[in-house]
C-alpha cells in the first residue's frame, strides 16, 4: 500500500481514539470523494454515521438521554467507524497514490462539538446493563403473579376459538390484562388462568395452578385503552396469595417512563411456558397524548396483556401490540406499544376500583 494511504489511515485510526469523531468523519469523506468506486460504495454510509453522530449529539445536549448511555453509544458509533475504516482500507490496497480528495478543504457537514468533559474509551462489548443479583431476585419473585390466560369460546373474524394471552394480579385478586383478550364479561367467565406454567432450573415442567374468574364480582374493561380488571376465584386449599402482586406504586418522577429507559417484559408468548424478554429492552417512544410509549423487546402472539416493568421492577406499562414505522428515507422499523399504567391507574382510581 502506498505509504501516504497508510499514514492517512494511521491519522484517522488516532483521531477516534482522541475522540475526534467529527474530524475522522470528515477526513474519511473527504478520502472517498476522490474516487468514484470508493465514494459510490462508501459515501452514503458515511452520511449515516454522520447522522447517527448529529442526532446522537442533539439528544445529549437536550438532556433526553444519560450520559452513561451517551457514552456507550458513542463508542458503538467509534468502533462502527473503525470497522468501516478497515472495509476502506482494503478497498485501497490497489490504488498507488491518495484519491484526488480536497483534504485542504473542509466538506460542509452539520457536527456539533463535543460535550466536554466526555471522555470514550474503546473497548469490545461495551455494556450500561449490568444489574445487581437482587435485581433478579426481584424480577423472580414479580414474575409469580403472571399468568397465561386462556379464553375459550371467543368470537372472532375466524369463528369461535380458543386464544391465549397473558395477564397478571393487582392487589385485591385483580387480573389484568387486555381488552381484546377479555371484552366482556362472557368470556371472562369461559376464562382459564395458569400460574407457574414455566420450567424450572433443570427444564422441568413444573405444575401449574389454575384458577377461574369472577365477572360477576368485579369486571370492569376500556376499549379506549385496551385494558380488563377482572377479579379471580380464591381457592382455600391453594390461596392467590402465594402469587403476590405487582407494584404498582408508581413515583410521578422517578418512574415516569423516559427515552431509552430499560424495560423489562414477563410473557407467556404463544400460549407457551412464562418468559422474560432481557435483550436490547428500550424505550423508543413516549407519547403523552395517547398515553403510550413504544419499545424495542421481544414478543409474540400470546404476550398481549403482559405487563411492562421499569428496571424497579414497577409496572410502568401494559403491552397491547406490534407496530411498525416508517422513516422518511423510507426505512421500516417494529416496535412494541404498550398504554401507559399511569393512566390506566388514573381511569381504576376514578372508577373506584381501586384506591
Given at each position: 500500500m502506498n505509504k501516504d494511504i497508510t499514514r492517512f489511515f494511521g491519522e484517522i485510526n488516532t483521531l477516534i481514539e482522541r475522540n475526534q469523531i467529527p474530524r475522522a468523519l470528515q477526513m474519511l469523506r473527504n478520502y472517498v470523494?476522490?474516487?468514484?468506486?470508493?465514494?459510490?460504495?462508501?459515501?452514503?454510509?458515511?452520511?449515516?454515521?454522520?447522522?447517527?453522530?448529529?442526532g446522537l449529539q442533539d439528544e445529549y445536549?437536550?438532556?433526553?438521554?444519560?450520559?452513561?448511555?451517551?457514552?456507550?453509544?458513542?463508542t458503538r458509533l467509534s468502533e462502527a467507524i473503525l470497522y468501516f475504516v478497515e472495509q476502506i482500507k482494503e478497498d485501497s490496497e490497489e490504488l498507488t497514490q491518495l484519491p484526488a480528495g480536497k483534504y485542504d478543504e473542509d466538506i460542509p457537514m452539520e457536527i456539533a462539538p463535543p460535550p466536554p468533559q466526555v471522555k470514550v474509551q474503546l473497548q469490545k462489548n461495551i455494556s450500561n446493563k449490568l444489574k445487581n443479583i437482587s435485581w433478579l431476585e426481584k424480577g423472580i419473585t414479580y414474575a409469580k403473579s403472571v399468568c397465561?390466560?386462556?379464553?375459550?369460546?371467543?368470537?372472532?373474524?375466524?369463528?369461535?376459538?380458543?386464544?391465549?394471552?397473558?395477564?397478571?394480579?393487582?392487589?385485591?385478586?385483580?387480573?389484568?390484562?387486555?381488552?381484546?383478550?377479555?371484552?366482556?364479561?362472557?368470556?371472562?367467565?369461559?376464562s382459564v388462568l395458569y400460574f407457574n406454567y414455566q420450567l424450572d432450573a433443570e427444564d422441568n415442567k413444573q405444575d401449574p395452578l389454575t384458577y377461574k374468574l369472577a365477572p360477576e364480582e368485579v369486571f370492569f374493561t376500556n376499549e379506549d385503552y385496551d385494558f380488563s380488571i377482572i377479579k379471580v376465584k380464591d381457592e382455600p386449599k391453594r390461596p392467590l396469595d402465594q402469587f403476590g402482586h405487582v407494584n404498582?406504586?408508581?413515583?410521578?418522577?422517578?418512574?415516569?417512563?423516559?427515552?431509552?429507559?430499560?424495560?423489562?417484559?414477563?410473557?407467556?408468548?404463544?400460549?407457551?411456558?412464562?418468559q422474560i424478554a432481557l435483550n436490547e429492552n428500550q424505550i423508543?417512544?413516549?407519547?403523552?397524548?395517547?398515553?403510550?410509549?413504544?419499545?424495542?423487546?421481544?414478543?409474540?402472539?400470546?404476550?398481549?396483556?403482559?405487563?411492562?416493568?421499569?428496571d424497579n421492577w414497577k409496572v410502568i406499562g401494559l403491552h397491547h401490540a406490534h407496530v411498525s414505522s416508517q422513516?422518511?428515507?423510507?426505512?421500516?422499523?417494529?416496535?412494541?406499544?404498550?398504554?401507559?399504567?399511569?393512566?390506566?391507574?388514573?381511569?381504576?382510581?376514578?372508577?373506584g376500583i381501586l384506591q
Amino acid at each position: 500500500m502506498n505509504k501516504d494511504i497508510t499514514r492517512f489511515f494511521g491519522e484517522i485510526n488516532t483521531l477516534i481514539e482522541r475522540n475526534q469523531i467529527p474530524r475522522a468523519l470528515q477526513m474519511l469523506r473527504n478520502y472517498v470523494s476522490g474516487n468514484s468506486t470508493l465514494n459510490d460504495q462508501y459515501e452514503g454510509k458515511l452520511i449515516m454515521l454522520m447522522g447517527r453522530y448529529n442526532g446522537l449529539q442533539d439528544e445529549y445536549f437536550q438532556k433526553l438521554i444519560t450520559q452513561e448511555y451517551y457514552t456507550v453509544e458513542k463508542t458503538r458509533l467509534s468502533e462502527a467507524i473503525l470497522y468501516f475504516v478497515e472495509q476502506i482500507k482494503e478497498d485501497s490496497e490497489e490504488l498507488t497514490q491518495l484519491p484526488a480528495g480536497k483534504y485542504d478543504e473542509d466538506i460542509p457537514m452539520e457536527i456539533a462539538p463535543p460535550p466536554p468533559q466526555v471522555k470514550v474509551q474503546l473497548q469490545k462489548n461495551i455494556s450500561n446493563k449490568l444489574k445487581n443479583i437482587s435485581w433478579l431476585e426481584k424480577g423472580i419473585t414479580y414474575a409469580k403473579s403472571v399468568c397465561k390466560v386462556e379464553v375459550r369460546n371467543k368470537p372472532t373474524e375466524e369463528g369461535i376459538r380458543t386464544i391465549v394471552g397473558t395477564g397478571f394480579l393487582l392487589p385485591g385478586h385483580l387480573l389484568m390484562t387486555n381488552n381484546h383478550v377479555i371484552g366482556s364479561t362472557a368470556e371472562a367467565a369461559d376464562s382459564v388462568l395458569y400460574f407457574n406454567y414455566q420450567l424450572d432450573a433443570e427444564d422441568n415442567k413444573q405444575d401449574p395452578l389454575t384458577y377461574k374468574l369472577a365477572p360477576e364480582e368485579v369486571f370492569f374493561t376500556n376499549e379506549d385503552y385496551d385494558f380488563s380488571i377482572i377479579k379471580v376465584k380464591d381457592e382455600p386449599k391453594r390461596p392467590l396469595d402465594q402469587f403476590g402482586h405487582v407494584n404498582i406504586d408508581l413515583d410521578e418522577y422517578s418512574d415516569e417512563p423516559a427515552l431509552y429507559n430499560h424495560v423489562t417484559i414477563i410473557q407467556h408468548p404463544m400460549g407457551g411456558y412464562k418468559q422474560i424478554a432481557l435483550n436490547e429492552n428500550q424505550i423508543t417512544k413516549v407519547d403523552k397524548e395517547t398515553q403510550t410509549i413504544l419499545y424495542k423487546t421481544d414478543t409474540e402472539e400470546g404476550s398481549s396483556g403482559s405487563p411492562v416493568f421499569n428496571d424497579n421492577w414497577k409496572v410502568i406499562g401494559l403491552h397491547h401490540a406490534h407496530v411498525s414505522s416508517q422513516d422518511e428515507q423510507g426505512v421500516q422499523t417494529f416496535h412494541n406499544k404498550g398504554v401507559m399504567m399511569e393512566k390506566i391507574l388514573d381511569i381504576l382510581k376514578n372508577e373506584g376500583i381501586l384506591q
